[in-house]
């Protein structure tokens, strides 16, 4: 039997090595910060590590840490994460794949409001194809 993902809403960090930008202005959200003082996130040996109810797990570098929807915190490798999830601002149950294609038509247009025409065929694309109103 097949089974599908209940669509939810994470939070999610790319850790790019450090949680800090260049100019040493904090950049990780609170909770991230949360969980290193509650030592749920520690570096050893300059190595980042995510301690779960299933174990130690190694974080690195260009991967995503996620804080699912019952607070737990778990690294994702970002092909798996861009294979899963899409931003959470565009409020939509578009695919993936068809995101990206919708990023790159709209990328490549002259149009001057790229992100509301984004979010614009996003919403055609929901009501025609996903929800049935082009039927």
């Known amino acids: 039997m097949k089974y599908r993902k209940i669509p939810v809403e994470i939070e999610a960090f790319k850790y790019e090595g450090k949680f800090h930008n260049d100019k040493g202005i904090w950049i ?3 909770w991230i910060l ?3 003082m509650e030592t749920v996130i520690c570096k050893e040996k ?3 590590y995510i301690y779960t109810l299933e174990g130690e ?3 690195s570098v260009g991967d995503y840490i996620i804080q699912g929807v019952n607070g737990e915190l778990y690294p994702c490798k970002p092909d798996i994460f861009e294979k899963t999830y899409v931003p959470a601002n565009n409020k939509s149950i578009v695919t993936r794949q068809a995101y990206v294609k919708l990023h790159e038509i709209v990328n490549a247009s002259n149009i001057e ?3 509301k025409c984004l979010q614009d065929l996003i919403t055609f694309y929901n009501d ?3 929800i049935g109103k082009g039927k």
């Open 34 to 36: 949360k969980a290193l």
């Open 113 to 115: 409001n790229k992100e």
């Open 46 to 48: 300059g190595e980042l």
């Open 128 to 130: 025609y194809y996903v």
């Open 57 to 59: 797990m190694h974080v």
């Open 28 to 30: 990780a959200p609170g």
